[in-house]
């Protein structure tokens, strides 16, 4: 059975402190994985990574995939309470398959 | 370019009644999905279209669930008679043919609130 298995599950950092979340997984013929950000409604797109090692990045956001160690980190620097949100990573396998979520909350 | 558009936003019934709930995908995506999603927890998907064709519905309890395409383009999905534990968002999405390489678009969801 396909997993996605993501950490930490809440984390409470202050405005302008570097974050890291982790999302790891399990799957039966790997296509891509996607980091999406939910706030109070449907989930946002962030990046969609499908080889190892090249880092995509948007402003103060970054993510990087290791097929080998069947993982991917997306890195937030500087946040802003604007970040405040939970951070969903899915995998396209067979499936599409989310991960727990992230709960990222951001004080000033 | 308008987005997914889901209806209602929010829902409450009474255990044992039917709730249906519509999705409009962004024009020109074949594919659609629904997914429930509880407090908490990641989206769980239910069904995937492939223009009017469900090809994944192992997911959707089939007893009380349904859902429907009819056209390729806009969905129903429904639940008939709902139970406490169907409380939870439904969320629809689309993508663009060639669903393993091309990211999902979300609408706002459905909060549904079973008593």
């Known amino acids: 059975e396909d997993k996605v298995v993501q950490s930490p599950l809440s984390l409470v950092v202050h405005e302008g402190d570097t974050v890291t979340l982790n999302c790891s997984y399990e799957?039966?013929?790997?296509?891509?994985l996607l980091w999406y950000k939910q706030e109070k409604k449907a989930p946002t797109f962030l990046f969609m990574l499908t080889s190892s090692g090249i880092e995509k990045k948007s402003g103060r956001l970054s993510s990087i995939l290791d097929k080998k160690e069947l993982f991917s980190i997306l890195n937030i620097t500087a946040t802003q309470t604007g970040d405040s949100a939970i951070y969903l990573c899915a995998v396209i396998s067979q499936n599409f398959v989310f991960g727990p979520g992230t709960r990222l909350s951001v004080l000033p | 370019e308008a987005g997914v558009v889901q209806s209602p936003r929010y829902k409450i019934i009474e255990k044992k009644q039917p709730v249906a709930f519509w999705c409009n995908p962004i024009?020109?995506?074949?594919?659609l999905y629904w997914y429930r999603q509880n407090l908490g927890q990641g989206p769980e998907l239910l069904i995937r279209?492939?223009?009017?064709?469900?090809?994944?519905d192992s997911q959707l309890p089939k007893d009380r669930f349904s859902a429907e395409r009819l056209k390729g383009v806009d969905s129903t999905l429904k639940i008939q008679p709902a139970e406490l534990g169907d409380s939870a968002v439904y969320l629809c999405?689309?993508?663009?043919?060639?669903?393993?390489?091309?990211?999902?678009?979300f609408g706002p969801g459905t909060r549904l609130t079973v008593l």
């Open positions: 799957v039966t013929n790997f296509r891509s």
């Open positions: 279209y492939e223009n009017e064709e469900a090809v994944d």
């Open positions: 024009s020109g995506h074949n594919t």
């Open positions: 999405a689309s993508s663009l043919v060639g669903w393993r390489d091309n990211e999902q678009f």
